[in-house]
């Protein structure tokens, strides 16, 4: 999608949201909380021929504060499970 190549439907009408002001939205409603006082904002790219949207945390301290406060999915321990 950032290639400016839509995944689902291939068009080339995909459009970045990356410099719109207040990212975060009212509420904190374009984020996702990483902890209890910690959101991170999101850029959206969206496909103006299906409407398919991708969103990716905008700021690369918050995929490092991630890293450290999340659970990482191993994906052994998910093709264990879907045994
Ligand atoms: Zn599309």
Known sequence: ???GICPKCSSH????????????????SNSIPIGLTSIA?????????CGYVESYVSEPEKLTE????????????FEKKDD
């Not at 009408?13 to 904190?28: D, N, R, T």
């Not at 406060?69 to 994906?75: A, G, H, L, S, V």
């Open 41 to 49: 904002a999101l850029d959206n790219l969206v496909c103006a021929e």
């Open 66 to 77: 991630i890293s450290r406060k999340w659970d990482k999915i191993e994906p052994e321990d």
């Open 13 to 28: 009408e995909v459009f970045s949201g990356a410099g719109v002001a207040l990212k975060k939205g009212p509420f904190g």
């Open 1 to 3: 999608m950032k290639t």
